[in-house]
C-alpha cells in the first residue's frame, strides 16, 4: 500500500488522531506535549502516529494536508490544526465540545 494511501486510511480510521513527534508518553517537543496534554485534559481517547519513526509519513503528510508543522490533529476525518490553534480551542471550550460531539 503507498504511503499516501496509508496517511488517509489512518485519518479515516480514527475518531481522533494526532500525528506527533514522540508519543503521549514521550513526547520529543514542547508543541507535541502540549497539544497531547490539551486532548487528555478534555478526556479524549486518541489515537498518535509518531512521524519520527515514520519518515515516510512526515514527508508525505504536509501535501496532503497542505499543513507545514506538526503535530497534526484530526477530528473525525478533519484536520483541526497544530499546537496553537489545539490550546486556543482548549482554553476556550471548544475542543471539548468538539470531541463530547464525537462520543
Known sequence: MDIEKKIKEQIKENDILIYMKG????PQCGF???????????GAEFSYVDILANPEVRQTLPSITDWPTFPQVFLNGELI??????T????????????????
Not at 32 to 42: D, G, H, K, P, Y
Not at 81 to 86: A, Q, R, S
Not at 90 to 102: F, N, V, Y
Open 23 to 26: 508519543s503521549p508518553y514521550e
Open 32 to 42: 507535541s506535549a502540549r497539544t497531547v496534554q490539551a486532548l487528555i485534559e478534555c
Open 81 to 86: 490544526g497544530g499546537c496553537d490553534i489545539v
Open 88 to 103: 486556543e480551542m482548549h482554553a476556550a471550550g471548544e475542543l471539548r465540545s468538539a470531541i463530547d460531539k464525537l462520543k
